[in-house]
């Protein structure tokens, strides 16, 4: 299990790097080459008051282990069943969603909402010229709410308080390191406190001139990459 997640984490950056390509217009799409960028960690700080000690103790629930079925963003009108994805065997990289304009993907290799970890999806915002799901996922709000819907189970509801934009490589980072999409953090947060249940979307950002072509029909990969994270809060 942990050369699979090693191996993942080697080869998720590749397979990131073609969730849209050669098959974006290399024209850019009608949309800013940046997100608007935001990051409010939670507060975790402590409390200055201790409540009283309860008697009986809160049970800690028992994780659903039913198949994610759904993601919605109300506020950017986002909803859209999921799609399960691993690594494709034939290259060893992470697979991207095969329903291009109609499911969200799930990486199920890595920890599935509900066990207070980190789930990682991602979605295609434009294929062949359709919209994808994740089109309009660069105009996110900080305090947006996600929910996550468990077949015949749960629906999850998370948070937003981060949205990035990364470049796929330093040749396009205009000397800032620190704009490099590093997957092993995204996938693994550092900074995502013990016992935190936390939320990963990623998807293409295709802004004018940010599209390097690859097709004599003007298709190509956008070389840039938006990130939104969400706190689960019920």
């Not at 098959?23 to 409010?40: L, M, Q």
């Not at 900074?191 to 072509?213: A, F, Q």
Request: glycine share 8%; charged share 25%.
């Amino acid at each position: 299990m942990k050369l699979l997640w090693a191996s993942a984490l080697l080869t998720f950056l590749a397979g990131a790097a073609i969730l849209i390509a050669g098959f974006v217009s290399s024209g850019g799409e009608d949309k800013p080459a940046s997100a608007h960028e935001f990051d409010r960690t939670p507060d975790t700080s402590t409390p200055t008051s201790t409540p009283e000690p309860s008697l009986t103790p809160t049970p800690t629930p028992t994780p659903f282990a039913g198949k994610v079925a759904r993601m919605k963003i109300p506020s950017l009108k986002i909803d859209y069943p999921i799609e399960e994805l691993g690594l494709n065997e034939a290259t060893n990289e992470l697979a991207t969603p095969l329903d291009t304009t109609g499911k969200i993907g799930w990486y199920r290799i890595y920890p599935k909402p509900g066990y207070l970890k980190n789930a990682v999806f991602s979605a295609h915002v434009n294929y062949n010229g359709k919209d994808g799901p994740f089109l309009n996922l660069h105009n996110i709000q900080q305090g947006a709410e996600i929910l996550v819907s468990m077949d015949g189970g749960p629906e999850y509801r998370y948070r937003v308080f981060r949205l990035k934009q990364y470049v796929i490589d330093a040749k396009y980072s205009e000397g800032d390191s620190s704009k490099v999409i590093d997957m092993g953090k995204l996938i693994d947060p550092p900074d995502r406190p013990e016992g935190k249940e936390w939320i990963t979307l990623i998807t293409c950002s295709c802004g004018p001139g940010r599209v390097i072509p690859l097709t004599a029909d003007g298709f190509g990969e956008c070389v840039d990459r938006d990130v939104v994270v969400a706190e689960r809060v019920q």
